[in-house]
């Protein structure tokens, strides 16, 4: 109920979240896109609101729905997702549950494409997508205060995250095994490692909502 919201640790403060995956068109009826089903940054968005936060929820296109009593902004692309996080700042916190798109395809075409009767397939163009989450923790001016980030990966969890985090510049990651074999991407369900600058915390597999009212809740206590 908005009443208790209004009492929350987090009442008055802004939280960006990125949710969902990015759609990168190859023409008006093809997309590259990933298995990110939205349900993790929804449920972070959900506990932020639960704590009281302001919170700019910027998605793509996800399976789940959007929570409700948050700022909805609805992206497709990785390019249309930076700069709906650059209008929504500033933010005391921003926390980057998205699958962004590593690469888009520069020469989509505004028309559909047809088969051209050579049995040759189109050579699409890739180029990297900007990196928003290493964008927003090198910002000077209008960098949030925390800034949170996820590692999804399949080999060498821990020591891959440790490396993403340090090279991002972000304040903590929410490392997470996506190997096919855990159910993850998809699931209601998450194992994460919480990577800080000062150290490393494994928390037992649980549900993705209670994973989300964690980390909220570690994120109201940095934010005092
Ligand atoms: N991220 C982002 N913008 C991108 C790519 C990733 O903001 N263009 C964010 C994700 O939202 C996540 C974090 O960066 O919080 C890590 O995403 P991940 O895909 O694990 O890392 P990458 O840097 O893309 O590295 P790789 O996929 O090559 O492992
Ligand atoms: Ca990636």
Known sequence: APETHALGPLKGRHVI???GPTHEPIDPVRYIANRSSGAQGAAIAVALRDLGARVSFVTGPAVVPAPEGVGVIRVETAMQM??????ALPAEAAVMAAAVAD????????????KDGTGQPPALEMAENPDILAWISN???KRPSLVVGFA?????????????????????IVANDVSPSTGIMGGSENAV???RADGVEEWPRMGKDEVARQLAAKIAKELG
Do not use: Y
Request: positive net charge; proline residues 0%.
């Open 17 to 19: 979240v990125t949710s």
């Open 152 to 172: 999804a990966e399949t080999d060498d969890v821990i020591a891959n995250a440790t490396a993403k985090r340090q090279r991002k510049g972000c304040d903590w």
């Open 103 to 114: 690469w888009r395809v520069v020469n989509s075409s505004q028309r559909k494409m047809k």
């Open 139 to 141: 910002l000077k001016a």
């Open 193 to 195: 490692t919480l990577i």
């Open 82 to 87: 930076r700069d709906a996080v650059e209008a």
